[in-house]
């Protein structure tokens, strides 16, 4: 039984011991899963005897868990195991709930100052709950995972040498650290947040939703039509039309956004962090006010 089906039934069925719902895919998963009511032309059924299992199959998936208790919050797979048989119930995934951080020469976290291995690498997974300190001045939140393996490459003010890197992760099941954005907001009043993204809509969108304070993007306008950057027909500019509803719709953009949105528009033309680093183009970090 997951966070959904629980809230349902605490709305749903709390209350009441003899009901007839319209079936619903969750009431139809409840049914099949777990054996709690019946579903009659295309209505769950729910009686005394199924509040009681109801009941009784949430405490014992949830540790004694009531209806009226808020449903726990996941754990990991080896926190769960202590107390339950089954530890893959309400569980983390595996890569769930780990960040992936780096940093030019050492991460300093928890007061605890950990040189960097010296092949090259993408960082460290580490769990971020267990983050309660961060002793870099900086926190740069990174769209691509190819930045967090290139640092030393980057052409970066003095100022961010000192810098935390954090990547914020994305779809895919290998790259998963879906606890990046709650960590990065996590300092927003002790640490300068910066937002380091591809120079499109999408990646504006990102620096201006994030939590970020200010923005690492170009220093210079010109290098958007950097030589052989957009080599092959530009789709990117083409393809984001939410990333330019939502720009077209925030009145003002901080300045340095309008300047790049106008610039992009002007010449249809977008820029992956890829290229940046190709190219070693200098960056320069904007306020995002």
């Not at 504006?204 to 950097?226: E, H, K, R, Y």
């Not at 820029?271 to 680093?277: C, R």
Request: proline share 2%.
């Amino acid at each position: 039984m997951n966070k959904s089906m629980f809230n349902y039934c605490k709305k749903h069925l709390r209350f009441t011991s003899h009901t007839r719902l319209k079936a619903t895919a969750t009431l139809e998963k409840l049914v099949e899963k777990h054996s709690i009511g019946t579903i009659t032309d295309g209505y769950f059924v729910f009686d005394e005897l199924d509040k009681q299992l109801l009941i009784e199959t949430v405490a014992r998936l949830y540790d004694g868990l009531l209806l009226s208790d808020e449903f726990p919050e996941k754990k990991r797979r080896d926190q769960n195991a202590l107390h339950h048989s089954d530890e893959k119930a309400n569980a983390l995934k595996v890569s769930e709930g780990f960040v992936l951080v780096n940093s030019l020469h050492s991460l300093c976290l928890n007061k605890t100052k950990t040189t960097n291995n010296p092949l090259s690498s993408l960082g460290q997974f580490v769990y971020a709950s267990e983050i309660n300190t961060v002793e870099h001045k900086q926190i740069i939140l990174v769209e691509n995972l190819i930045v967090m393996a290139n640092l030393s490459r980057l052409k970066i003010p003095e100022a961010l040498a000192g810098a935390l890197w954090l990547y914020r992760g994305d779809q895919q099941a290998h790259k998963q650290t879906g606890c990046a954005y709650q960590l990065f907001r996590r300092f927003k009043e002790s640490h300068r947040l910066v937002c380091f993204s591809d120079l499109d809509p999408s990646g504006l969108q990102i620096a201006m939703t994030c939590g970020a304070q200010s923005m690492l993007t170009l220093s210079n306008l010109a290098d958007l039509c950097v030589e052989n950057a957009g080599s092959g027909e530009e789709q990117e500019w083409f393809n984001q039309t939410n990333a330019k509803a939502y720009l077209n719709n925030q009145n003002p953009l901080p300045q340095q956004c309008q300047l790049l949105f106008s610039h992009m528009k002007e010449k249809q033309l977008t820029l992956q962090q890829e290229h940046m680093l190709a190219h070693d183009l200098p960056l320069a970090c904007y306020e995002l006010i």
